[in-house]
């Protein structure tokens, strides 16, 4: 199953998948320094704001179900193009948008454009590698990932103060065009042969058949999950650190950037250990019990360095998750791997959009700490589970 390369190509496909991978956190994560003003400027409130990154995770969430099928009857290559113009385009209209309304729909269509990317980097890794080395690949790509929200952040705090929020959707623009670039000497990673005969609906089938095997279902809910955490903490990282704590959008860009980097070390230390399945165990139990003490942290200590000391701690356990649990998701549902890629992305971002507006009912902090500390359980819980039905 394991496909053999020349170094530089390897190094190409690790970079190229990393970057497709990354398309997540930069449309989520690029433009969180500007959430606070851009309220200001479209003269509306904080949740209208949040819908703009639930709407883009919906799109992403949808966009994989669409994309991950079709990929498995078209091939990896052609889906990744269309997908990628989409993205380019919807990016433009954000530029453009008159008003917050029109801005989140076009949030939504740049979201469902950059899902291609996304559910392209697993389905490719999948298609050239298995076992271990499908796990070693995805942590590599993973670490490359963590660097994506270091920067993203950072750099969208400095071109908001120079060109404003508008320049944040530019330099999306420019990225998509790259990765458009990078398709050309991009070699498609599934051959005719072995994609679904038939119909588009014969390829969806495959979602059917990967559903009905119950290790793929558990890892899907544990993927799903740890999103949950992650966005639970992106949605209302800016809000808490600036608004409540008081510190500048640069001084939260390397704060999102110094955690981010935590959470791909977690990626990268991932592999140290010999099965997935202790990874993902060991995973999730840290991150449920640092989320349960931000909660009770809440109630006995206001302060930024007890907050970020724990969320730091909290999200070096959830970056072990993603390497772990998407090779062991992914190599349970290798009968349709477009299909398996698809419900992965989907559901992470499903869970993402569900949970960044629950944030913002009531206290930010104590809506934040709860849904953090449920969706950790819930992932912990499953782990411990040896034979679901």
Known sequence: MTQKF?????IFLLVFLGALSAFGPFITDFYLPTLPAMADIFNTSASMVQLGLTASLLGIALGQIFFGPLSDKYGRLPIMVWSLVLFALSTVGCIYSPNIEIFDIFRFLQGLGGAGGIVMSRSVATDCYSGRELAKVLAIVGAINGIAPVVAPVTGGMVARSLGWQGIFWVLFIIGIVLMIMCIPFRESLPKGKRVKGSAWKAAHGFVDIFKIPEFRRYVAVFGLSYGVLFAYISSASFIVQDHFGYSEIQFS?????????????SGLAMKFKKMENAALFSTIGMAVFAMLLLISRYFVDSFFVYEGLTLLMLFFLGFIFPSVTALGMESGRKAVGAASAVLG???FAFGGLVSPLVGIGDLMQSTYIILVACSLGATLLCLQKNPS
Do not use: C, E, Q, S
């Open 6 to 10: 020349g170094k530089r190509y390897f």
């Open 254 to 266: 390397l704060t999102f950037g110094t955690n981010a980097t935590i959470i791909a070390i977690g």
């Open 346 to 348: 989907a559901i992470g």
